[in-house]
């Protein structure tokens, strides 16, 4: 039988708040299983850019990393932000260690080809190429991974990658030796029936439900993504996928209390 | 027989400047023992802070870490010089994973107590805390340590933390399991016996030596903590301490051809 393996990936909102934050950290350093945390930028890669003159680009809502823009998130989300999360986890006794998918080479990645739009340094995750070495190694010895959304090419460039898309890659590349249960924390309760109503959390979506969900027009278009992603997981061997709220205790949403269940 | 282990510290001229780390960085990731890298800060620290609005404070030539000051080392030491580092040592062939004293717990220390000057956030290693079962972990697996010049007091608080009583501490630590060597790269070619003839580097320093030179007052006032420091690594069971030029090739050091050898 397989070990149980939780990735949790938070967001930028959570990241911003300090109190939630700490709410959030207490709660996944109590997690007794083997587990690996996965964060996104917050806001105060755009608040320290703006100081130092480094505007955010934009297109179609994805942010253009230009030379500027990858020293900037390389200082705030893989300095800053990664390390004022691992020593509050060592606070709360959890042996966490802040690394980039460039640390021992743990997502290697390339830079994204230039089509309509360039990019500039951002990366697409070479999954066939993410190995399990060196996460085990550190899983196995009790050392919680703390991961900042860069990778990197492998010809000692940095790059800027979703930490939705990172989760999911390192859910799907251990899920070859754990049980790993991805869970997707964001701001709200899980998905919503009506995105208006907080209460209107469907607790079970299957490949069935989805399509009937679909069908019917309930669901939020900006939710699709996360539920296509989730099945695309699942079905390359991710056990399930939990959406919840960042709030929310982890042992609610692993629990099935509260949240999401994509299964 | 114990195997070996080099730890090399360099300073901030060779991290300003390109083609220098370039350099540096392939002659460190060709040397086939274990290693660790320890980095210290450069100017562009001071830069970023200028930018920033945020004054870099010293008194007595150290710096004052306050609250910005520490959140600017964190990101630009802990983020972007030391990922900077990483990523060119992955792609010249080095498994490097850039870690701070707060991953894995690696170096634990405390805020240094207020005496007549209040130093902020700087942090004193708790050397009899320090314990070698990570870093070992990671050098069994070929995987190179490149540590950036903080720590953190295990109460969720970062510590800015000197780059050379870093690598001196590891190297005392690592000395119970490894043969280890340190090495100190720096702007001058070793220990001069002349500070203005780079052609004067005092290839062996005894202890006898020491208080020989130290006795003619041959040595200039700027190296006498650093000798003092390694004899104190020596005693403390450090192998050998060496101290070169970070422009000069790595080997050329380790084999003794260039800079100052202390034992």
């Known amino acids: 039988m397989k070990e149980n393996l939780y990735i ?12 939630k934050l700490s709410l959030f950290l207490s709660s996944f350093a109590a997690m007794q299983s083997l587990k690996i945390l996965v964060h996104g930028g917050g806001k105060i890669a755009t608040k320290i850019g703006d100081q130092l003159g480094i505007k955010s680009k934009y297109i179609d809502g994805r942010r253009i990393t230009d030379d500027e823009t990858i020293d900037l998130v390389t200082m705030v989300y893989g300095g800053l932000v990664n390390k ?3 020593v509050q986890l060592q606070a709360k006794g959890c042996n966490a260690i802040g ?3 460039a640390d021992a080479n743990l997502i290697p990645a390339k830079k994204r080809p230039v089509k309509e739009i360039d990019y500039g340094w951002a990366g ?4 066939e190429n993410l190995e399990f070495g060196a996460w085990s190694l550190l899983l196995e010895h009790n050392i919680t991974p703390v991961i900042a959304p860069l990778t990197h090419d492998g010809m000692g460039n940095i790059l800027n990658t979703n930490a939705d898309t990172i989760a999911s ?11 790993v249960r991805l869970i997707y924390c964001f701001e709200k309760k899980g998905v919503l029936e009506n995105v208006e109503d907080e209460n ?7 490949k069935e439900k989805y399509q009937q969900l679909k069908a019917e027009k309930k669901l939020f ?6 539920i296509d992603n989730a099945f695309a997981a699942i079905d390359a061997g991710v056990k399930e996928v939990l959406i919840g709220n960042a709030e929310d205790l982890l042992q609610n949403i692993t629990d099935k209390i509260s949240g999401t269940l994509i299964r």
């Open 8 to 19: 949790i990936k938070i967001g930028g909102n959570v990241i911003d708040e300090e109190n």
């Open 84 to 86: 004022k999360i691992v």
């Open 99 to 101: 690394l980039t998918g």
């Open 124 to 127: 697409d995750i070479l999954t």
């Open 169 to 179: 890659a390192i859910a799907v590349a251990l899920s070859k030796i754990y049980d």
């Open 200 to 206: 209107s959390v469907i607790h079970l979506i299957t």
């Open 221 to 226: 278009a900006g939710i699709l993504p996360k």
